[in-house]
């Protein structure tokens, strides 16, 4: 899967569905570094943000992973 791909993978999934996380980046689309894809839809204009959320890992643990947004105001 080249790069173009996924980049139309993760903006689709944003129009579409409002949000977008790494696992589900991962999972959907084979997306294993949504920073980066994230970060070339930056570069080609998109204004799109992130939300931090917390979560309990299977460690009982708080981690904070990122849901992406995208901002069409």
Same mark, same amino acid.
């Given at each position: 899967?080249?790069?173009?791909?996924?980049?139309?993978?993760?903006?689709?999934h944003l129009?579409?569905?409002?949000?977008?996380?790494?696992?589900?980046?991962? $999972? @959907?689309?084979?997306?294993?570094?949504?920073?980066?894809?994230?970060?070339?839809l930056? %570069?080609?204009?998109?204004?799109? +943000? $992130? @939300?931090?959320?917390?979560?309990?890992?299977?460690?009982?643990?708080?981690?904070?992973? %990122?849901?992406?947004?995208?901002? +069409?105001?």
């Amino acid at each position: 899967m080249n790069p173009n791909t996924q980049i139309e993978d993760v903006l689709y999934h944003l129009k579409k569905f409002k949000t977008i996380t790494k696992l589900e980046a991962a $999972n @959907l689309y084979g997306v294993y570094c949504l920073a980066q894809r994230i970060a070339d839809l930056r %570069a080609e204009g998109y204004k799109i +943000e $992130n @939300l931090p959320f917390a979560v309990i890992n299977r460690r009982g643990r708080v981690s904070r992973p %990122a849901k992406y947004f995208l901002n +069409e105001k």
